[in-house]
């Protein structure tokens, strides 16, 4: 039997050498002079060839493994280099900030604190979370063992707890790991969780301090973020919710890049959003938000900022369309439409917003009040508010699904809310930063116009 050491060096090793690979990919999509960026977006796209390749090996009618990933990461290399690199200037320098060394220093043993404890969190035990073992990992380890996702998976109704109708791209990443690992440990898999956690904080540290943020502050929203419980935890290790805040992210920045017309901006929208939607469902809607963000952006070009908007709309229902010419169309099984049209539907929106009052909002109120008093201590700009505005649509929508869900508002808001807005941290603390920067005075250029978004 292999031990638990052993099989976590192999993981970190697949890790590593995916996204070694994807560091070199990473140069049709990032500019030179960008090296933190890069190495995000390269641990980011190391991530889908890890899931990509399971189904173009299937497909093929060959065996998942190293050859099968070699020949994968082969044709991405070739496809990269043959793309041509977006040219823009280099990333502006870091401002010194004299006199706050140990400000910085406490602010990065806070990152790596918070990134040690979700370590600790993540490796105690096996991932256990309901919906790992029912859904995401459930999926994963049936494609691993029977070589595919066979139509029983879908098809047969006693399985509908698994929820068919979700993206498998998370399934696909798990499976991919364990190809190359050549068994399915759910033990030593959990190390992909932190390791999308420290990619997460990089791209928001990285991209904060190209867009003027002082270090200082940067590193403050990226401590918070890294010690933010509620989204890294033992519970949601193995679920969607920690790549989903990293795509997310992407989503974000990306989407602010492309409307100031920063180059490669537009690919690594695409990319995010391909990716988000392949996750999960709400990934799909986000890229629909971003893509109404950007339309709704004022100041820039319209040509520009529809650019934009399909380049975030359009991979994410290419792949919705994929999952649903696989399966056939599939309802979602929590949720049902109809009850808008019940005389109880008004009772029903009253429930769900009174549970996430009294049962999510009223037991975090100090949280919630530290971070309006921030965001009211910072000053506007554009980049920030589109930051927000791209949050605020996902979350008002969380807000209202409840009324719509079959098992009661109260069950779903009990259940998912809290979890499934956390995702959405990143967002608000890269927003966050953007306000502060300017009160505390800027590294380098200024962070974003008076312009914005309508919304």
Not at 306 to 313: D, P, S, V
Not at 378 to 385: L, N, P, Q, Y
Request: charged residues 15%.
């Amino acid at each position: 039997m292999t031990g638990l050491f052993p099989s976590l060096a192999a993981v970190a090793g697949i890790l590593l050498a995916a996204g070694a690979l994807g560091f070199f990919a990473a140069g049709a999509l990032v500019p030179a002079g960008r090296p933190g960026e890069r190495v995000a977006w390269g641990f980011l796209l190391g991530l889908y060839l890890l899931a990509g390749f399971v189904p173009m090996t299937l497909a093929a009618g060959g065996r998942p493994g190293w050859l099968a990933f070699a020949a994968a990461a082969i044709l991405v290399l070739a496809a990269s280099r043959a793309a041509r690199r977006p040219a823009g200037p280099e990333a502006p320098p870091r401002g010194v900030e004299r006199g706050r060394a140990g400000v910085v220093l406490v602010f990065r043993a806070a990152v790596a604190g918070g990134v040690l404890l979700y370590l600790l969190r993540a490796l105690t035990e096996p991932m256990w979370a309901v919906d790992f073992l029912a859904i995401w990992g459930w999926k994963g380890k049936v494609i691993f063992g029977a070589r595919g996702l066979p139509p029983w998976t879908w098809t047969t109704p006693e399985l509908a707890f698994t929820h068919p109708e979700y993206p498998v791209g998370l399934p696909l990443l798990d499976a991919g790991i364990a190809f190359l690992l050549g068994r399915w440990d759910d033990h030593a898999l959990a190390l992909l969780y932190p390791a999308i956690q420290v990619a997460t904080l990089l791209l928001l540290v990285c991209w904060l301090e190209r867009r003027g943020v002082r270090r200082s502050v940067a590193l403050a929203s990226a401590a918070a973020l890294a010690l933010f419980e509620p989204l890294y935890r033992a519970f949601t290790t193995g679920m969607a919710e920690v790549p989903l805040a990293l795509l997310l992210l992407a989503i974000g920045v990306s989407l602010v890049d492309a409307v100031e017309g920063d180059p490669g901006a537009n690919r690594r929208l695409a990319l995010a959003a391909l990716g988000a939607a392949a996750l999960k469902n709400e990934g799909l809607f986000v890229a629909g938000a971003a893509a109404l963000v950007a339309l709704l952006w004022r100041g820039r070009p319209l040509r520009r900022r529809a650019g934009a908007a399909l380049a975030a709309i359009l991979p994410a229902l290419a792949a919705a369309a994929t999952q649903r010419l696989r399966t056939g169309p599939l309802p979602l099984r929590d949720f049902r439409a109809g009850f808008l049209l019940e005389p109880g539907f008004g009772g029903r929106m009253a429930l769900g917003l009174r549970t996430i009052a009294t049962e999510v909002l009223l037991p975090a109120w100090p949280l919630l009040a530290a971070l309006v008093l921030l965001a009211a201590a910072g000053r506007r700009t554009a980049d920030a508010r589109g930051l927000l505005a791209l949050a605020a649509l996902p979350l008002f929508a969380y807000a209202m699904l409840p009324a719509f869900c079959v098992w009661g508002p109260d069950w779903l808001v009990r259940t998912a809310f809290a979890r499934t807005s956390a995702a959405l941290a990143p967002l608000l603390a890269a927003a966050l930063a953007l306000r502060l920067s300017p009160v505390f005075g800027r590294s380098g250029e200024s962070t974003g116009s008076a312009a914005g978004p309508a919304a």
